[in-house]
């Protein structure tokens, strides 16, 4: 009996647990909503869609929001078929007819956030209800002038941009610049005027990169620019053509016509020099590519439209853009990370540089003038170690060679018939490039850029003491007798032999490997030349002058590449300069 008490608690709880077990058969909701009261809420239990929320619960399922899209479009024909009655005010029809496709614009913009499928159909229905009624109200039904088009125009897209500002909505943003650039291009090819409509792709451009400069919309940009070119182009090649090949479009004047390139020159320039020097952006692909073609644009429209004076002040416009852009490159472009601007930049730079001399300078001072200024870049790329610049020296170079005609003085010099002897403007270019490759040689590294500047700059040079020095043997001979053409390739072959050897010594001897490299490709041009001109001038005691230079030429380079090499040198190689410094990547 001792054990008696522990035996009827357990009876009493096994009875109690009993009774627990009939209750809950018994009463299951009492026990389920007890449970739901005592049970603390643990959010992160539940499933993962009851936190989201659908894509249309706010305007309804996919079908929906087109229903209603669809309902826009059925009252858009009626509409149309109001302005048909013609019972109406002219007026009150296309006041009814804008504002019904705004409506369609606001309903986009009021669409809940996140909503892109939503609003893209209303912004696309309110497209689809304004680009149509507006063609028609200009050109059937003339309620409409192109001016008053384009204005219509002008506000839907300025009114999108409003609406879409506030809550970042793309969606509209890319339906209004497809329908105002598909509807100013197609109504100014019907109507005939093009001012009203490029002014409009203008705005759009103007409105696109201002969202850029605030980091909106990025992606629609190229739409705008795009637009804007083709209208600038038609704009250009329509007014350019003979004066009966346009009389169906109204007449322009020189203003006119050449306000619109230049608007589009200011607005992405501008947006170019913003971006990237005050908000120390990187430049795009884009940016580059649209500001080269609205310069071209605008350049090409004062070359026909503007009077003579007016190519006088483009060019004093891009030597002075010349110059701020050089400017820039060493206040703002001189870190590495702005490596792409510098680019950029410095490309943009001598281009107007040259463009702008070509325009302004005469025959008698461009190729000086370009061949200082190709002295000079030189000298500011060795003392401030930048590569670019001196690329830019030899363009320089070129360009001056090109000009004074010294280009083709040294081919006629060097091959074909040989030209009068000249002393002047085209010795004096030759001399500069001699100059630059001197002052260029103070570039010390191994880099292969550093390696082809140095190439295409003693090639120039060599070019031009090549064609100085068969000049002056030529000169010299004209002095005892009159040399013909066996003569003159005589000559060609001892001048050419004779600087292979002297570039084979002096490369080998201070260390400069395009020296030797040219030494040798001079060889093998004197190779052709054999074979097609001194073997084909028919006199054997000629032939057999150039084969006796040209096989001792032969043998002496590389003999005489062999014994420099061994001897010591004060300049370091071009292969160990490891402790020199480093031209700037730039």
Known sequence: MQDSPEVLTRLSNRVDQLEQRVFRLEHPDEVVAAITVSTPHTPELEPQHALETPSFAQTGTVFAVLGKAMLGMAGAYVLRAVAEIGSFPKLAIVALAIAYAGMWLIYAARAATGHWFASAIYSGTSALILAPMLWEL?????????TAAAS???VYLCVAYGLAWRRNIVSIVWVAHLTTAIAAISLFTT?????????????????????????RWGSVRPVAAVA????????????????????????????????????LLLIYGTSVVLRTALQHREITVFETIQAIIAFLLAADAVIRFAPPTGLTVLAIFCLLTSAAGYLALFLLFSRPAARRNYQVYALWSAALFLLG??????????????????????SVAVRTARLTLAFQGLAYLVAAAFVSSSLQYAAHALAGAFPEPSFGLVWAISAAAILCYIIGGQFSGADWKLRLFRVLSAAIAVGALASILVSMMVWLTS?????????????????????ALALALIGSRWNRVELIWISYGTLALVTAKLLFEDLRQGRPEFIAASIFFYAVTLIMVPRVIRKSSRKPTAQPSVESTTAEPVPHPH
């Open 138 to 146: 200009t050109l059937r039904f003339k309620f409409l002038s192109p």
């Open 152 to 154: 219509v125009l002008a």
């Open 191 to 215: 109507t005939h005027e093009l001012i009203p409509f490029v002014a409009v792709l203008l705005v759009m451009a103007l409105l696109s990169e201002n969202a850029a400069l605030r980091s």
């Open 228 to 263: 804007a070119d083709i209208a600038l182009w038609s704009l250009i090649f329509i007014y350019s053509g003979p004066e009966g090949s346009h009389r169906e479009y109204i007449s322009l004047t020189a203003p006119a016509l050449l306000a619109p390139a230049c608007s």
């Open 357 to 378: 001399s070509f325009w302004s300078l005469g025959p008698a001072w461009l190729p000086q003038i370009v061949g200082a200024a190709a002295i000079i870049i030189t």
């Open 479 to 499: 002095a005892v007798i009159t040399p013909g053409a066996s003569h003159v390739a005589v000559i060609r072959t001892l001048g050419a032999c004779s600087l």
